[in-house]
């Protein structure tokens, strides 16, 4: 589970307009999931990266969960986080025992 640690606006002057952004955090990881073991309550996800693909920057609560729908059972997640006063990569792997029928 993830919630807004902190949000704000800030000027964006490649868009030329005032942009939200949030710093997300990881609240709790549920036991037996694919995050289990690797994340811990207090990460905070910057980005991601699907099966070596280009990197998604997670700038809302929201962009975590619309990428998520992207992922298929033996897809490959790549996550840079921020740990404390380090950044981590952390690996997950999707198994189809993961997927939610939808």
């Known amino acids: 589970t993830t919630t807004i640690f902190v949000a704000y606006a800030e000027y964006d002057p490649v868009l030329d307009a005032a942009v939200i952004r949030e710093v997300i955090a990881v609240e709790s990881v549920s036991a037996g999931s694919a ?19 280009e990197e998604f920057m997670l700038t809302r609560n929201f962009h975590l969960s619309d990428f998520l729908y992207k992922v298929r059972a033996g897809g490959t997640l790549v996550f840079k986080v921020l740990r404390g006063a380090s950044t981590v990569d952390i690996t997950v792997a999707a198994k189809a025992s993961d997927m939610n029928p939808v």
Do not use: H, Q
């Open 35 to 53: 995050a289990s073991g690797k994340f811990i309550a207090g990460d905070k996800p910057v980005s991601v990266r699907l099966n070596g693909g």
